[in-house]
């Protein structure tokens, strides 16, 4: 047998782990690996190559990002923008087909795709409509697949993101300021949430709960000022946005057309990190002269800086945890593929690895209403401003 493999979309610590984990499996079953070349843009343009001699990739799993490169190609970028529902899904159907005859002339038995879920969303449609011998591996550090508990490369992120926010506290206690961090995360506040806590930081903002500027930053800081605390670290999603109501009221260097009309990726992914919300809180802090005055009055310095830490949370080798996650994980996709067991993605569920199907793989896992680690940011914040 020859099974493909590729990886797609942003990169991501334990990439190399899958890889290493599918070439372990299916060589030592006597089988062949063919490596793909960025993504979709590759399996389109024939780039391959041969990863049959595992002395090649020895410890390929301590050694983060993606050895095949990647790429965020949409190969449905077109068909994509017809507005008739029942055109649309004819012409993405049509490409997926010519997808489909692409393993032939790949000359592959079948094809695992290790992305999120964009790139595995590409994969669950040549299935869908060309029966193709495809499996996925769920990826992205924003851990936001459903059907598995968390996605390889989140707590390497996790990690990074809370050590850079640790650091960040140390010149924010010297200098009595005010840091806005913005932490990746397009639809899905778990980054943030994990992180901002663990790093401790003061104020947590989500994309799952729109915030209210007045009620959830200024009002916070006043009364962290009242009680004596003299730095602050804001964690914010790039997908955090302030409520309707708080975007009218409160916001002067924004407008709510500026967010509705942010340019898209090739999925069709509005490209928040170009709207830049931290940088956003810092000037409408900057301009509130009623809390400039509210901190003078406490003897407090008002020095508000901005912090995105975008690429450096994929930066990096995998922690310990994703090694072993994505190890697990490349085993069992090349199991799947050596039984010849097609249109499924491998999870984590608790501490097993299992199966589902790959269409409902793709959907949106985000953090829900009533979660305790919602309850845990909010009682953990709450007591740092508490009076005796």
Same mark, same amino acid.
């Given at each position: 047998?020859?099974? @493909?493999?590729?990886?797609?979309?942003?990169?991501?610590?334990?990439?190399?782990?899958?890889?290493?984990?599918?070439?372990?499996?299916?060589?030592?079953?006597?089988?062949?690996?063919? @490596?793909? /070349?960025?993504?979709?843009?590759?399996?389109?343009?024939?780039?391959?190559?041969?990863?049959?001699?595992?002395? /090649?990739?020895?410890d390929l799993h301590t050694i983060?990002?993606?050895?095949?490169?990647?790429?965020?190609?949409?190969?449905?970028?077109?068909?994509?923008?017809?507005?008739?529902?029942?055109?649309?899904?004819?012409?993405?159907?049509?490409?997926?087909?010519?997808?489909?005859?692409?393993?032939?002339?790949?000359?592959?038995?079948?094809?695992?795709?290790?992305?999120?879920?964009?790139?595995?969303?590409?994969?669950?449609?040549?299935?869908?409509?060309?029966?193709?011998?495809?499996?996925?591996?769920?990826?992205?550090?924003?851990?936001?697949?459903?059907?598995?508990?968390?996605?390889?490369?989140?707590?390497?992120?996790?990690?990074?993101?809370?050590?850079?926010?640790?650091?960040?506290?140390?010149?924010?206690?010297?200098?009595?300021?005010?840091? #806005? #961090?913005?932490?990746?995360?397009?639809?899905?506040?778990?980054?943030?949430?994990?992180?901002?806590?663990?790093?401790?930081?003061?104020?947590?903002?989500?994309?799952?709960?729109?915030?209210?500027?007045?009620?959830?930053?200024?009002?916070?800081?006043?009364?962290?000022?009242?009680?004596?605390?003299?730095?602050?670290?804001?964690?914010?999603?790039?997908?955090?946005?302030?409520?309707? /109501?708080?975007?009218?009221?409160?916001?002067?260097? %924004?407008?709510?057309?500026?967010?509705?009309?942010?340019?898209?990726?090739?999925?069709?992914?509005?490209?928040?990190?170009?709207?830049?919300?931290?940088?956003?809180?810092?000037?409408?802090?900057?301009?509130?002269?009623?809390?400039?005055?509210?901190?003078?009055?406490?003897?407090?310095?008002?020095?508000?800086?901005? %912090?995105?830490?975008?690429?450096?949370?994929?930066?990096?080798?995998?922690?310990?945890?994703?090694?072993?996650?994505?190890?697990?994980?490349?085993?069992?996709?090349?199991?799947?593929?050596?039984?010849?067991?097609?249109?499924?993605? #491998?999870?984590?569920?608790?501490?097993?690895?299992?199966?589902?199907?790959?269409?409902?793989?793709?959907q949106k896992k985000l953090v829900?209403?009533?979660?305790?680690?919602? /309850?845990?940011?909010?009682?953990?914040?709450?007591?740092?401003?508490?009076?005796?």
């Amino acid at each position: 047998m020859k099974i @493909g493999v590729l990886t797609g979309g942003g990169d991501c610590p334990g990439l190399n782990s899958v890889l290493y984990g599918i070439l372990l499996k299916v060589i030592s079953a006597g089988h062949s690996v063919i @490596g793909i /070349e960025k993504g979709w843009k590759g399996f389109l343009e024939n780039k391959t190559k041969n990863m049959s001699n595992i002395n /090649e990739f020895d410890d390929l799993h301590t050694i983060g990002g993606t050895l095949l490169y990647t790429s965020r190609t949409n190969p449905y970028k077109n068909a994509k923008k017809i507005k008739n529902q029942k055109e649309r899904e004819e012409a993405i159907k049509k490409v997926a087909l010519e997808m489909t005859k692409q393993l032939n002339v790949l000359d592959l038995d079948s094809l695992i795709a290790i992305g999120g879920d964009d790139t595995l969303a590409v994969a669950a449609a040549m299935h869908k409509f060309g029966n193709a011998n495809v499996i996925g591996v769920p990826k992205t550090i924003d851990n936001d697949l459903s059907h598995t508990d968390y996605t390889f490369g989140f707590w390497s992120a996790v990690q990074l993101a809370s050590n850079t926010m640790d650091n960040i506290t140390t010149t924010a206690r010297s200098h009595q300021r005010i840091f #806005v #961090v913005q932490v990746m995360g397009r639809d899905a506040g778990w980054l943030t949430l994990f992180s901002g806590i663990s790093a401790g930081a003061d104020i947590i903002l989500i994309p799952e709960q729109p915030f209210d500027f007045e009620k959830d930053i200024v009002e916070v800081l006043k009364e962290r000022v009242s009680v004596n605390r003299k730095y602050h670290i804001i964690a914010c999603s790039e997908g955090a946005v302030p409520t309707k /109501e708080s975007l009218e009221r409160d916001f002067k260097t %924004v407008i709510p057309e500026i967010i509705e009309n942010l340019p898209k990726d090739d999925f069709g992914n509005p490209l928040l990190a170009k709207l830049n919300m931290s940088k956003i809180i810092v000037k409408e802090l900057g301009l509130r002269t009623d809390l400039k005055n509210y901190f003078t009055q406490y003897g407090a310095e008002f020095d508000i800086r901005d %912090v995105v830490l975008g690429h450096t949370m994929r930066a990096g080798t995998p922690s310990s945890f994703d090694r072993i996650l994505g190890l697990r994980l490349g085993i069992h996709a090349a199991n799947l593929a050596l039984k010849e067991q097609y249109g499924k993605m #491998v999870c984590l569920r608790g501490e097993k690895i299992d199966t589902a199907p790959l269409i409902e793989g793709t959907q949106k896992k985000l953090v829900p209403d009533g979660s305790d680690i919602l /309850e845990l940011r909010d009682l953990i914040i709450q007591v740092k401003y508490k009076r005796d």
